[in-house]
């Protein structure tokens, strides 16, 4: 499967962003999904996940109430749509699917491929 990030760009503070993730090559239907991101000089960090369904959602603190992560599987694509972007969310942003299907998801952390991530910049 190839994934395929994209909706970064500079904002200001307080603006919001939708990022799209499109996969190509498999359905996305039998699979959580979620989005991580990486930072300079900082680990990558797992941020939202979602379940094949939808029904559930996971979020990392530092986002949670302000980002939604949420998925069309007849289009193969997940979003995630981020509100009042703070500065420190300045990040490069990766999408990823899990290898298993419909394994149980338990937090924001997927296991499986990433694709290609999308810039995203927030000055103060």
């Known amino acids: 499967v190839q994934l395929q990030a994209s909706g970064g760009g500079l904002v200001q503070a307080g603006d919001s962003l939708r990022l799209s993730c499109a996969a190509t090559?498999?359905?996305?239907?039998?699979?959580?999904m979620g989005w991580l991101r990486q930072a300079p000089g900082k680990e990558r960090e797992s941020i939202a996940s979602?379940?094949?369904?939808?029904?559930?959602?996971h979020y990392a603190a530092s986002v949670r109430g302000r980002f939604t992560i949420s998925r069309d599987n007849a289009k193969n694509t997940v979003y995630l749509q981020m509100n009042n972007l703070k500065p420190e969310d300045t990040a490069v942003y990766y999408c990823?699917?899990?290898?298993?299907?419909?394994?149980?998801?338990?937090?924001?952390?997927?296991?499986?491929?990433r694709g290609q991530g999308t810039q995203v910049t927030v000055s103060s």
């Open positions: 979602i379940t094949r369904g939808g029904g559930t959602t």
């Open positions: 090559g498999r359905t996305i239907s039998l699979y959580n």
């Open positions: 990823a699917v899990d290898n298993v299907a419909d394994r149980a998801l338990t937090s924001t952390a997927i296991y499986g491929s």
